[in-house]
């Protein structure tokens, strides 16, 4: 089984950008509140003409852009998400369809809540190498705003919009690990389509719990499947829920905490989005470079948890 490398990032964000001084206006909580318990001070929601699709387009065209590949060079697309317009057809085929990709390759959706862009990078490796292809198209994207409750002050202070992909590489050789996982449990909920409004329930505290475990485990079994300590890894990006916990890990591994990137302050919790958009900004700022090791870690609704070691690398000329 061959290897894959990210060789390009994109993202796009939602364009109503509300603070939680907005927020405040509206539900009985504070900015105090929101920032000492979350690490998040402001989110954007999608505007009336956007929605989870039109953020994946834009983050998928950026990504393809930034990777200098062409749309028709794509050989799989897979899109983590829980908030599409449709049911069916799947968000990839939508994005497939506007990019103007091929039509005899993969192309699905990928539902495991804030892990999903992570399970999709592993299931674009497995499809590319089943299929022979070079260049995976992974997205997540979310419009999580239209799930929200709000006057759930528990709830609605702590999620966003938007979406970020990466183009993949398969590699002969380099370095690649993953670790896929869920509990299954309702702690984390959104009703399927029926006759009341789809909307997001979540027992934070259990999820808190939850969380502070699985991402040191994927830490853990990530340096021991690729045989590497975190010295050797440039950065690591997990979901950004909530910077307590990923405070809390980094104490718990006695990590360098210049390595945990955080993008939560600007943009809350946006599920299968949150990872690829802050790999983006990550790559975008130059805090990883071509050649450098990252780990991505998500954890989230079924209590899924996934964790990627991979490298950062540049198209491949001969590839193709
Ligand atoms: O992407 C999926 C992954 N999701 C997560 O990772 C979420 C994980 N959980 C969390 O991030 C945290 O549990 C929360 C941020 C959701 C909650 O923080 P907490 O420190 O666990 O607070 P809590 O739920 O224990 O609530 C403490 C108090 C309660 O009041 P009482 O019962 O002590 O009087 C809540 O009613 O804070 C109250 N509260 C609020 N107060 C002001 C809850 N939400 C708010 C709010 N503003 N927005």
């Given at each position: ?73 794509i050989d799989c697309i897979v ?11 799947s968000?990839a085929c939508?994005?497939q ?6 039509e005899d390759i993969p192309v699905l ?14 299931v674009a490796?497995g499809l590319l190498?089943s299929t022979?292809g070079?260049?995976g198209l ?183």
């Amino acid at each position: 089984m061959k290897n894959i490398e990210i060789i390009g990032t994109g993202m796009a964000k939602a364009k109503r950008c509300i603070t939680n001084d907005d927020l405040a206006k509206t539900v009985d909580t504070s900015d105090e509140w929101i920032t000492t318990r979350t690490g998040i001070k402001e989110r954007r929601f999608c505007s009336e003409e956007e929605d989870a699709y039109t953020l994946a387009y834009e983050a998928a065209r950026n990504a393809l852009s930034s990777a200098n590949v062409k749309a028709e060079e794509i050989d799989c697309i897979v899109c983590g998400t829980i908030s599409g317009e449709y049911v069916t057809p799947s968000m990839a085929c939508l994005v497939q369809k506007e990019l103007g990709i091929k039509e005899d390759i993969p192309v699905l959706d990928v539902n495991a809540a804030c892990s999903g862009f992570i399970y999709g990078l592993e299931v674009a490796r497995g499809l590319l190498n089943s299929t022979g292809g070079s260049y995976g198209l992974v997205i997540g994207c979310e419009h999580l705003s239209k799930l929200l409750d709000m006057e759930d002050r528990n709830t609605c202070v702590l999620f966003g919009d938007g979406a970020g992909a990466c183009v993949i590489q398969t590699v002969e050789g380099g370095l690649y690990q993953s670790v896929l996982g869920a509990r299954g449990g309702y702690e984390i909920a959104v009703e399927g389509p029926g006759k009341e409004r789809s909307i997001i329930h979540m027992d934070g505290k259990a999820v808190f719990k939850f969380a502070v475990e699985a991402i040191p485990k994927c830490l853990h079994e990530l340096q021991k499947k690729g045989n590497i300590t975190l010295d050797d890894v440039d950065m690591v990006v997990c979901h950004q829920a909530n910077s307590r916990i990923i405070d809390h890990c980094i104490r718990k591994l006695h990590a360098d905490a210049g390595k945990f990137y955080k993008n939560m302050d600007r943009f809350g919790n946006t599920s299968a989005a949150s990872v690829p958009m802050a790999l983006d900004e990550v790559v975008k700022t130059k805090k990883a470079k071509v050649g450098d090791t990252l780990m991505l870690v998500g954890f989230g609704g079924g209590l899924t948890w996934a964790g990627v070691l991979l490298r950062i690398g540049e198209k491949h000329e001969t590839i193709g």
